[in-house]
C-alpha cells in the first residue's frame, strides 16, 4: 500500500482529453479504458501486494503494470521454455503471490514445458528483487501437461496453503485415478510439500477429483471455495470445491441425471461415489475460465457477486463477462447477467483494484486457442473516488488525442520518453512507423491510413506504455 497513490490530475486530463466509451450497470456507469495493448494471450492478471497489476503472457512472459498509467515491464521470461511457444492451450498460465510478500516476496507460476510429443507441467517459485523474477525453485515439476486440458488456476487459502487446478490433459480416466496428479485440485504447502491434514493422507497432494479441467479458483463468502470447469461438449461448471470429494468426471456430466448428453445413466455412480452437483452448469459449452469475488463498493451492483471471464467456447459466440448473484450464504446461485458480449473478444480473467473498484479484464482475440495483440481493459466508476496517497511520487505517461483521429494524432510524452522512439502498429501487426520523442508534444499525420484500430508502444527504462486510438 505504501506506494500507492492516484493522481487525480492525470486521470481527469486523460478521460476529458477524449471520450472514452461507457457502459452502464443498473445506475453505475463504468468507463472503459485501454490499459495495455499488445499483450500475447494474458492468461492469469491479478492485483499484486505491491499494488500492480500481474499478468502472465501464455506465450511465456510475465508482465507487471502500473494501474495508472500502463506503464509495463516484463519481470520473467520464459519464452525458450515453453510448450509450443504458448501457441495453443499449454504455456505459461496460473499465478498467484505469497501472502506474505513484506517477508517472502515470491511469486508461484503453473508453466507447460517440453515439446509437443511430451508436454509436462511444473509449478514453481520465484523471488522478487523488485525489479525482477529471479532464484526459481520447482516445487511440483515433471507433472503430466498435454495439448490440452492443463488447469493452472492458482489460489492461496486463509491457512497458507495453495490450491491448484491440474486438467484431465486429454485422459479423461486420469481423473478418477488416485495415482495421477491429473484432473483433480491440489492442495499444496507453500514450500511446495503436502499439508499433513490433506483429505487423502499426508502422502497426496490430492484435495478433490474428477475434474476435466477446472480453470477458475476465488474465495467466496464464509471461507466457500469457488471453482468454475469447462465441460466438454455439454456442462461448464460452477462448483464449491471442498476436501476429499468427487466432482464426478469423466462418468458425470453436470447434474447427476440420466440424461443421454451425460451417457444415460449417472444416478447410480453418483450415489457409489458421492458426487457433488455443480450450483450451475451450462450447455451448450460457454468455456468459462477465471473467476472473481467482487466485495468492493465502487460497483453496488456487483457487490457480493462473482465475475466470471467466459471465452466463448469453439463456437465463439458466447464470450462476455458472467456476473453470478448468489442467495445469502453463498451456497447457490440465484441469478446471472451478461456483460461485455459486444467486443466479440474471448475473456480468459479478471481482477479488481482494492482502491477504486475498478475491473481489470484480460481479452483474448476472437479464436481459439487466443490470437493477439490482446487488450487489458480498465472498468471503473469514476464517480467512486478513492483515497489520494503518495501525490508526489512519478509515473511516466503517454496521453493521445483526439480519439477516434481523421487527420493529426497529438501526443503528449512525459519527460522520462524525451529522445527515445515509439513505435505504431495495425491490429493485425503491421509496423506503421518508428517515430523520436523529440519534445513533450508531438502529432503525426494519419490522413493517409486505412481507417481502424493501431496501437502505440513506448519504452523507458522502467518500462513500456501501449495506447490504442482509432482511425476513422
Ligand atoms: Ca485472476
Ligand atoms: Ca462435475
Ligand atoms: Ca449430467
Known amino acids: 500500500m505504501r506506494n500507492f497513490f492516484f493522481t487525480l490530475a492525470f486521470a481527469s486530463a486523460a478521460f476529458a482529453a477524449y471520450a472514452q466509451p461507457t457502459h452502464e450497470v443498473g445506475n453505475t456507469t463504468l468507463t472503459e479504458l485501454d490499459l495495455v495493448t499488445g499483450v500475447v494471450v494474458p492468461w492469469e492478471i491479478l492485483w499484486g501486494p505491491d499494488d500492480h497489476i500481474w499478468v502472465t503472457e501464455r506465450r511465456g512472459k510475465v508482465l507487471r503494470i502500473n494501474p495508472e498509467t500502463g506503464n509495463t515491464s516484463t519481470v520473467l521470461d520464459l519464452s525458450d521454455e515453453i510448450s509450443n511457444g504458448g501457441n495453443g492451450e499449454p504455456g505459461m498460465l496460473g499465478m498467484a ?58 489460489l492461496v487459502l486463509p491457512d497458507n496453503t495453495m490450491l491448484m487446478t491440474t486438467g484431465d490433459v486429454g485422459n479423461g480416466n486420469s481423473a ?39 480453470q477458475g479458483l476465488c474465495l467466496g463468502p464464509n471461507g466457500l471455495v469457488y471453482s468454475s470447469e469447462h465441460g466438454a461438449q455439454t456442462d461448464d461448471e460452477f462448483n464449491i ?64 457477486k462473482v465475475l ?69 481493459k480498465e472498468f471503473r466508476n469514476m464517480d467512486f473516488v478513492s483515497v489520494t496517497e503518495n501525490p508526489d511520487a512519478h509515473s511516466p505517461f503517454v496521453n493521445l488525442f483526439p480519439n477516434p483521429v481523421e487527420d493529426r494524432l497529438k501526443f503528449e510524452f512525459s519527460d522520462d520518453f524525451l529522445g527515445t522512439s515509439f513505435r505504431i502498429y495495425s491490429f493485425e501487426g503491421k509496423e506503421m512507423g518508428r517515430y523520436v520523442v ?12 486505412a481507417s481502424g484500430k493501431y496501437y502505440l508502444t513506448a519504452t523507458t527504462p522502467l518500462g513500456t506504455i501501449t495506447k490504442t486510438f482509432l482511425k476513422r
Open 308 to 376: 466470471m471471464a467466459v471465452l466463448g467456447g469453439l463456437a465463439g459466440n458466447a464470450e462476455r463477462l458472467t456476473v453470478l448473484e448468489m442467495n445469502g450464504d453463498g451456497t447457490e446461485i440465484i441469478g446471472q447477467e451478461q456483460y461485455f458480449s459486444a467486443f466479440n473478444q474471448r475473456i480468459r480473467d479478471v481482477a479488481v483494484n482494492p482502491y477504486t473498484g475498478a475491473i481489470y479484464v484480460a481479452f483474448n482475440g476472437p479464436s481459439y486457442p487466443g490470437s493477439g495483440p490482446n487488450i487489458i
Open 176 to 214: 478418477q485415478n488416485m495415482q495421477s496428479l491429473s484432473g483433480k485440485i491440489l492442495r499444496i504447502n507453500l514450500d511446495g510439500s503436502i499439508p499433513a491434514d490433506n483429505p487423502f493422507g499426508p502422502n497426496s497432494y490430492i484435495y478433490s477429483i474428477g475434474h476435466r479441467n477446472a
Open 241 to 304: 470445491i471442498e476436501a476429499g470429494r468427487n466432482y464426478g468426471w469423466p462418468e458425470v456430466q453436470g447434474f447427476c441425471d440420466n440424461l443421454p448428453q451425460s451417457g444415460g445413466n449417472e444416478t447410480s455412480w453418483c450415489e457409489e461415489w458421492d458426487v457433488v452437483e455443480p450450483l450451475v452448469a451450462w450447455t451448450p459449452c460457454i468455456a468459462v475460465n477465471g473467476i472473481e469475488y467482487y466485495t468492493h463498493e465502487a460497483i453496488p451492483e456487483w457487490q457480493g
Open 97 to 154: 503471490m505469497h501472502p506474505d510478500w513484506e517477508n517472502t516476496p515470491q511469486v508461484f507460476i503453473v508453466y507447460n514445458y517440453g515439446q509437443s510429443w511430451d508436454i509436462k507441467q511444473r509449478l514453481s517459485a520465484f523471488t522478487w528483487n523488485g525489479s525482477e523474477l529471479e532464484d526459481e525453485e520447482f516445487l511440483l515439476t515433471s507433472m503430466p501437461g498435454g495439448g490440452i486440458h492443463n488447469g493452472s488456476r492458482l
Open 438 to 449: 523529440a519534445e513533450n508534444n508531438v502529432s503525426l499525420s494519419v490522413a493517409d491510413w
